[in-house]
């Protein structure tokens, strides 16, 4: 069997992914009849595939490439740490220099109080660990009761069984048996889709005041966290309305429970501070963070502690942890990658340059026929597809008809961008420059207006 490189024709090696790689959220058959796509590399803001494309990733990966590819910088600094110590665990009273480094960092970053990381490989981990902790949390303050979590339909957060459950995302539910016990959810703050005749603002007032009611319903004895996005990612770019999040707060600070803020998404820049939690104005105990603590270079995620809930869980042996808790490799490129956005002020320039630009381009995308509502903050944007803006109607066609038909239409304009059912979402690399969003723009209306056209072609409007 010849080695397989970058330079085998783009059928050969669609053919042997087809043969032998599982894809994860992918309907495996179908996709080998079509043929996958195949990136071989990538510079900034910019993909090359094996048939020498150049494509505008709108996406950074799976949102988080915040610095761009191609910094050498985190690879030499995965080379060091290999060379010099390429493992060893956390466990069994040892540490290495690559974790203190890191969480001393991410202690500086983070908002005031929030002293102590507990590493995991991944976000849906870190979420696993958060479900552990919370329910520790309370059990060793006598409450063992306050074990239930509550969060919303139509949240992500994560794969596994654990942050599966504690996610809202029905067809993952229903393949698997989740939820797990003693996880409740509750709706999300979409008002363009579930809005019906409120104002926004009356809407997200009546969604938060969902979390008093379920915690009345449950009793308030029981629950003990509520955990939320601080803007929901994969839910397709939900910005909540402004009366959301401070209605939260008052209910959550009310009865005592515990906020879990899950910034794998929003960490890092992406909302145009550190943390989403300080865009949204929030007071997580918790927040989980991965993709942007290493721009995507290394599997790494991580809680952020608050020290209340740090003294409590360091006050008893936390039977919990992973072989790659605080791995080496992935704290040296993470820290590598944290000192680069501080350094080159990467998360000022968004929030006071980039992101203020992306806003006022990605709005105009309103200006399409298709186009209803256009969201965004930060670097992280949807816009809803409709055939009838003023009564921002559904399409008839089952959901994510067009969505996919648009996301196509974008692919073959060389422009990344995803869709959740009928809206197109973007959440590109932190670094991109004025000139790039400007390409970015283009590609997205070129590619509205072929799925235009193809919607009346098909007779979908
Ligand atoms: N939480 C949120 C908000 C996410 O967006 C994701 C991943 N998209 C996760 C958790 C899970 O992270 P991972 O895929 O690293 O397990």
């Known amino acids: 069997m ?31 009849g079509k043929g996958v796509r195949v990136i071989t590399r990538a510079n900034g803001v910019w993909l090359t595939d094996s048939d020498g494309n150049r494509i505008l990733d709108g996406m950074a990966g799976l949102w988080c490439v915040n610095i761009g590819y191609g910094r050498k910088e985190l690879a030499q600094a995965a080379a060091r ?35 102590h990381v507990f590493f995991a490989g991944s976000g849906s981990e870190a979420n696993d660990t958060n479900l552990r902790m919370v329910r520790t949390y309370w059990a060793e303050k006598g409450q063992p009761e306050r074990n239930i979590v509550i969060s919303r339909w139509n949240a992500y957060h994560g794969s596994s069984v654990g942050s599966g459950s504690l996610g809202g995302m029905k067809g993952m539910h229903m393949q698997g048996g989740m939820p797990i016990p003693d996880i409740h959810h509750i709706d999300q703050p979409n008002w363009w889709a579930e809005g019906g005749d409120m104002t926004p603002e009356e809407f997200g007032l009546e969604r938060a005041r969902q979390l008093e009611t379920a915690i009345q319903e449950l009793g308030p004895e029981r629950v003990g966290a509520f955990i939320a996005e601080p803007v929901q ?6 910005v909540p309305p402004e009366t959301y999040w401070p209605e939260i707060q008052r209910i959550v600070d009310k009865y005592g429970i515990l906020l879990i803020a899950d910034e794998v998404i929003c960490g890092f820049g992406r909302t145009g501070n550190w943390f989403g939690s300080q865009t949204m104005n929030i007071r997580p105990h918790i927040m989980t963070v991965a993709k942007g603590l290493s721009s995507g270079y290394q599997p790494i995620g991580g809680s952020i502690i608050c020290d209340e809930v740090a003294e409590v869980i360091n006050g008893v042996e936390f039977n919990h942890g ?13 820290l590598e990658n944290l000192r680069i956005l501080d350094e080159e002020g990467i998360v000022t320039r968004v929030r006071e340059e980039t992101a ?26 949807s816009i809803a597809l409709t055939p ?73 409007m």
């Open 2 to 32: 010849a080695v397989i490189t970058n330079h085998m024709p783009t059928s050969e090696l669609q053919a042997l992914d087809a043969a032998h790689h599982m894809h994860p959220f992918t309907h495996g058959t179908g996709l080998a």
């Open 81 to 115: 740490q290999m060379e010099e110590l390429p493992f060893y665990n956390t466990f069994f009273q040892t540490t290495h220099v690559p974790a203190i480094a890191l969480s001393q960092k991410l202690a500086e970053l983070a908002p005031e109080g929030f002293n």
């Open 233 to 238: 990612g994969a839910g397709g770019v939900i």
């Open 322 to 334: 992973y072989t790659y808790s605080g791995h080496p490799v992935a704290c040296a490129v993470a």
């Open 356 to 381: 203020p630009y992306l806003k006022e381009k990605f709005e105009t995308l309103t200006e399409h026929p298709l186009v209803g509502e256009a969201k965004i903050v930060g670097m992280m944007g």
């Open 388 to 460: 009838d803006k003023a009564s921002r109607a559904a399409f008839e066609s089952e959901a994510g008809t067009v969505g996919f038909i648009c996301r196509e239409r974008c692919f073959a304009n060389n422009l990344v961008m995803r869709h959740v059912g009928d809206r197109m979402i973007i959440s590109p690399p932190l670094v991109i420059s004025k000139d790039e969003i400007d390409i970015l723009i283009a590609r997205a209306w070129q590619s509205l207006d072929e799925c235009h056209a193809k919607l009346k072609e098909d007779g979908l």
